[in-house]
């Protein structure tokens, strides 16, 4: 019997250690007012370093909504999609599509030789935008589907899969014809 609980013990404790995200309030308890995590997994690799502290601006209008963010290495993330009466229904879900970028797009970008400023960027070409909260206090977003490097986004067999996850603590928010009621939630 004592066996046992020691065997569930253990087992409990080695899930637990094998969990590799953070939950979206793990993320928003260790964020200052303006931070944001941006967790990107490219092909199951982080694309972002884990001490990145991002910042940058929301902008909501009726017809689009874009996000610009970026770290303290010149890092870059921009998600951006568009239409009628986009904030209608909740949670919000945008698909990304090649050939249609203004409906969606999201543009993951990392500066990796400062001295030559040469950086690292990749294009969702497939997938989803979810916007899973968006208020004065809290933004949770989540990404998933398909991104090629810039060169490549046209090469589907060099596409590779992305899944993200961006958490911002009192987002800076730009609001034009649309109202906190209309777009929070």
Not at 12 to 24: D, F, K, M
Request: some cysteine; aromatic content about 10%.
């Amino acid at each position: 019997m004592k066996l046992s609980f020691l065997l569930m013990g253990l087992l409990a404790g080695w899930l637990a250690g094998c969990r590799t995200e953070a939950s979206v309030d793990e993320l928003y308890a260790s964020l200052k007012p303006g931070q944001a995590r941006v967790q990107i997994q490219l092909d199951g690799a982080n694309f972002y370093p884990a001490e990145s502290q991002f910042s940058g601006q929301v902008d909501v209008y009726d017809t689009y909504m874009r996000l610009n963010l970026f770290d303290q290495f010149d890092s870059n993330i921009i998600v951006a999609f568009s239409g009628s009466d986009w904030y209608k229904e909740k949670p919000i879900r945008r698909q990304v599509f090649l050939d249609n970028q203004v409906a969606g797009s999201v543009m993951i970008g990392r500066l990796i030789d400062k001295a030559n400023r040469r950086g690292e960027g990749y294009l969702m070409t497939d997938g989803t935008i979810t916007v899973e909260s968006l208020s004065d206090n809290k933004l949770v977003m989540r990404l998933t589907g398909k991104a090629g490097k810039y060169e490549f986004q046209r090469i589907p067999t060099k596409w590779i899969t992305v899944q993200g996850l961006i958490v911002i603590r009192n987002p800076s928010l730009r609001l034009q014809h649309v109202t906190r009621k209309d777009v929070f939630f």
